[in-house]
């Protein structure tokens, strides 16, 4: 017998891109619980985002954050967790990035060599965070709250400046990684994929049976989580178009954002479920 899981992301998939809001995900939400799979963020959102998140839709499932930099675990989640952890708060943490101070120390370096117009949430003032980003105060000063990344939310990351820089960084250790907006900037050597394949071993230990892993994405940072599990689904961007990637058994499904997370929980996890049982 297996058990299902669902990985996804955040913004422009579970949450509107534009609103952040999860209404149209919150019917669907409610069945994968009822039906106990765990849903598990996995975003390049903040620590302090997620749990916002999490409190709200009252999901108490592990969380990974910073695009793969770390996963977190409510504390008695696992029976036991066979590697290096270390303990934040009511979580136990697997940290696989870099810490944000030590990302910050070599952007500023490299800055001076290259005329960037690029901006991130420690050179803008929370007023400017909030008008970039749409976002509230509380929900801009989580954003800001970086532990092992930065993020450029504002400039042009399309000239040939911007792609010398992402080449110095890689140098450096680190990845300049797109999201539906921006551009986050933390260790090359962590990314969902290897988060995703982290907690799946976890909860095989645990549950002491086998996994079966879906995803559901829409953008190219979300790559590595698609190809490290056995369903993936990308959504449509709203342009009503879908990212252009290449990942082995993917299904496209034919709905926008929320909608198209809707009906991957509905018309495939919920109702692969019921032709199991």
Aim: net charge negative; glycine share 6%; charged share 25%.
């Amino acid at each position: 017998m297996s058990r299902q899981i669902l990985f996804t992301d955040l913004d422009g998939t579970l949450l509107d891109l534009d609103t952040y809001s999860p209404e149209q995900s919150l019917p669907a939400i409610k069945r994968l619980q009822e039906q106990e799979i765990p849903i598990i963020f996995c975003s390049s959102k903040t620590r302090a985002e997620q749990i916002d998140l999490r409190n709200e839709l009252e999901i108490n499932d592990p969380f990974i954050v910073e695009n793969g930099s770390a996963i977190f675990i409510p504390k008695g989640y696992f029976r036991s967790i066979p590697m290096d952890y270390c303990l934040k708060e009511d979580h136990i943490v697997i940290e696989l990035g870099k810490s944000a101070s030590d990302i910050l120390d070599t952007i500023r370096e490299y800055r001076s060599k290259f005329p960037l117009d690029c901006m991130g949430y420690e050179d803008l003032s929370l007023p400017e965070i909030m008008q970039i980003t749409g976002l509230d105060e509380l929900g801009a000063q989580e954003a800001s709250s970086r532990d092992y990344s930065e993020t450029f939310i504002k400039g042009n990351f399309d000239n040939i400046d911007f792609h010398h820089f992402s080449l110095a960084m890689e140098l450096r250790g680190l990845a300049c990684v797109r999201g539906s907006k921006y551009v986050t900037i933390m260790g090359k050597y962590a990314d969902k994929g290897k988060a995703v394949s982290v907690l799946r071993e976890l909860f095989e230990a645990n549950w002491g049976t086998k996994v079966i892993t879906a995803a559901v994405g829409d953008s190219g940072n979300d790559i590595p989580m698609l190809a490290a599990v056995e369903q993936p689904f990308l959504v449509k961007k709203p342009s009503g178009l879908w990212h252009e990637m290449k990942v082995d058994n993917l299904l496209r499904i034919d709905s926008i954002g929320p909608i198209g997370w809707d009906k991957v929980a509905i018309e495939h996890l919920l109702a692969d479920l019921s032709v199991s049982s």
